[in-house]
């Protein structure tokens, strides 16, 4: 497939409102109200083997972003994720990347957004690899960004709002010019939060640990790994850090739909290595993920609370 053809003519059939169409026909008018001030919601799932990994929690998600924003979506999770399966049959996609939006429309464009009407679009198309370097390196190296995730009062952290997501960016942004593959960022408080698209975990003293999500998203693999850690008899700690105790971590690890889990061999200067427990957790995501209909967090754990 050439590279010269834009993302909408790659994907195939987008469905859209309802109906199945050309991804280059899949369009939204400039005056929609989600362009202008970032309210779109959304949602990206992985598809392995032809099935979608927790394609009904993605969507139970999608609703409740669009609800912690003020509207609601006119189909329900269960209605998407038939609506995924559909779109799978149709691009006849055995592994790939599912981008599922919503967003107000262009009826008005005060910032009040009442009235206005609500549309749904998922694309899914064959997509393997996130991050550049870590097939050949094994890992990545993340740059301690000064950029802060805002605190709950500011945005709701568990809203996967397309605005959300400008902190991210300038911060990925930032961390690619400086020579890094990506970027930590504190919360608000300046603990410890995550990256710039997904959650933080790591290794200290023997223990797997990783920041509690009060100003962030409580990603669905990082509760995936949570439960596989306690299924590993792995004890996880679930607490505030300061960024400076990264530097006595043994092991560190990104967790995301899209970059799974994926090890950091660099934070700064300091050097690590995906070491034992990285392993053991990365072999047990790849056995779940293609087990058809499997949902792990069925089983979610309590988890220890220093
Ligand atoms: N944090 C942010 C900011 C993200 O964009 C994502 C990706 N959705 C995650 C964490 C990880 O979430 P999940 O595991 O549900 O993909």
């Not at 959650?199 to 995936?224: A, S, Y």
């Amino acid at each position: 497939m050439s590279a010269q053809l834009t993302l909408p003519e790659r994907v195939g059939d987008v469905w859209l409102n309802g109906a199945l169409e050309r991804g280059t026909a899949a369009q939204l008018n400039v005056l929609s109200h989600s362009l202008h001030y970032g309210t779109a919601v959304f949602e990206g799932l992985r598809i392995y083997a032809g099935h979608p990994f927790l394609a009904l929690r993605h969507f139970q998600r999608l609703h409740a972003s669009a609800r912690a924003l003020g509207y609601d979506l006119p189909h329900s999770p269960e209605t998407l994720t038939e609506a995924l399966q559909q779109l799978i049959a149709r691009n006849g996609l055995t592994d790939g990347y599912v981008r599922a939006i919503a967003w107000l429309g262009d009826e008005a464009l005060g910032l009040m957004a009442e009235g206005l009407t609500t549309h749904v679009a998922i694309a899914a198309w064959p997509w393997p690899q996130v991050h550049r370097t870590a097939s050949v390196f094994g890992g990545i190296a993340v740059w301690q960004s000064d950029r802060r995730r805002p605190s709950a009062e500011t945005l709701p952290p568990q809203a996967k709002a397309a605005g959300s997501y400008l902190i991210g960016a300038l911060a990925y942004q930032e961390a690619r010019r400086r020579g890094f593959d990506d970027a930590l960022l504190c919360d608000s408080g300046g603990h410890l939060a995550e990256s710039t698209s997904a959650n933080l975990f790591f290794v200290k003293d023997g223990r797997l640990c990783t920041p509690r999500p009060q100003g962030f998203l409580n990603g669905l693999t990082r509760q995936t790994v949570q439960v596989l850690a306690r299924d590993l008899g792995l004890q996880c700690r679930e607490d505030q850090f300061h960024p400076d105790e990264l530097v006595s971590a043994s092991e560190a690890f990104l967790t995301g739909t899209a970059v799974e889990i994926l090890p950091i061999t660099r934070i700064g200067t300091h050097n690590l290595l995906p070491g034992p427990v990285t392993e053991r957790l990365i072999a047990a995501y790849a056995e779940i993920v293609r087990r058809p209909g499997a949902d792990p967090l069925c089983t979610a754990p309590e988890f220890e609370r220093a």
